[in-house]
């Protein structure tokens, strides 16, 4: 054998060689991911095992939504989440609530126990899911509404459309179909590139929950620390265990604009003469950057306190209560202002 065949025999044996380490190397990593996909899969139904809904699952149409009450009395007391929250986060109010009336708190379609909706995050589709959800699990009015942030939306297009079955309302920081009309522009640009940029977070979220690797950490899902532990730990284990949440939030700030446009065609200027309470927050949870600067944060908090005191105005008895310790979120940050504001509605209500 002369030297070229010699050293073209040694380059076939190097490539083979590395060719053999290379597929090894693959196999390996097929092993692995493989080991990793069935643990995240038994994950995800350890889950949901572990943590079943306490309440019952209702059919709205094919499909399901959660609704969890408790505690006795008249009206009943019914909460409505903001953007994308489950109503794990009404849990330190629902506990103080229903001690005095019967309370009900649910999931939109998507959200935590509940299952998708096929049909799109509208407010108006999501006032009749609530409808029927109601009407379906057998919980008549008369009923206090509790609205967060968009939610307050709507609760708000709830009672419009069905006036006869609300007596009485309590805003938490609530929505209003006309901010994005009257926030300075750079406001508005601002929360336009802080929606894109969470869309594009939780798009990336997708594919994991998917394979299951959220559900084998789900303590690394970022929740409040001023809920109970165990309702966080069930917060992270409902937003871990599949993909629905995620796609539910994405689906929910997609329309969150065109939802207040639609709120805001529905031309509501009164609730009726109900017992109605505007809990405001008291503190920005804004902070200046390259951004946004102060003297536009400082003007969007005064078109919002202005909003808050116009939702006054659509109940003779409305009056509005600034939660000067807490952000947007009162419920978590103060929620004795929350539940003696309930209580007191529910109060005047049966007057």
């Not at 299952?115 to 609530?130: F, H, Q, Y």
Request: proline share 5%; with cysteine; charged share 20%.
């Amino acid at each position: 054998m002369n030297k070229d065949s010699q050293s073209r025999h040694k380059k076939r044996g190097y490539l083979w060689w590395l060719v053999r380490i290379l597929l090894g190397f693959v196999a390996l990593l097929l092993i692995v991911l493989s080991i990793t996909l069935l643990a995240g899969a038994k994950a995800k139904s350890d889950l949901k095992a572990k943590y079943p809904p306490p309440g019952a699952m209702v059919d709205v149409g094919g499909y399901r939504l959660h609704i969890f009450c408790e505690g006795r009395g008249s009206p009943t007391v019914i909460m409505e989440s903001g953007l994308g929250d489950p109503s794990l986060l009404w849990e330190l109010v629902r506990l103080g609530v229903v001690k005095t009336t019967r309370t009900c708190v649910y999931d939109r379609a998507g959200l935590g126990w509940s299952d998708l909706s096929p049909k799109p995050r509208t407010a108006e589709n999501i006032v009749e899911e609530l409808h029927t959800l109601l009407t379906n699990a057998g919980v008549a009015g008369p009923y206090v509404l509790v609205g967060h942030s968009i939610g307050g939306m709507y609760v708000r297009l709830y009672a419009h459309k069905y006036p006869e079955s609300v007596v009485g309302m309590v805003l938490v920081d609530s929505s209003h179909e006309e901010q994005y009309l009257r926030f300075p522009a750079a406001a508005v640009k601002f929360s336009e590139q802080y929606a894109q940029q969470l869309e594009q977070q939780l798009k990336s979220l997708k594919p994991l929950a998917a394979m299951g690797f959220m559900a084998l950490s789900p303590a690394s899902v970022p929740v409040s620390d001023k809920l109970p532990k165990v309702t966080r730990e069930t917060y992270q284990a409902l937003f871990a265990m599949d993909t629905k949440s995620l796609e539910t939030i994405i689906a929910e700030q997609k329309v969150s604009e065109s939802n207040l446009v639609q709120v805001g065609a529905a031309r509501i200027t009164t609730m009726g003469n109900i017992p109605l309470i505007v809990l405001s927050a008291g503190q920005s949870e804004l902070a200046p950057s390259a951004n946004i600067s102060p003297a536009v944060i400082q003007q969007e908090e005064q078109v919002w306190q202005q909003l808050q005191i116009e939702l006054t105005m659509l109940s003779p008895q409305g009056k509005q209560v600034v939660a000067s310790q807490s952000g947007h979120y009162i419920q978590l940050e103060q929620p004795q202002l929350v539940i003696d504001a309930i209580v007191q509605v529910a109060a005047d209500a049966r007057k």
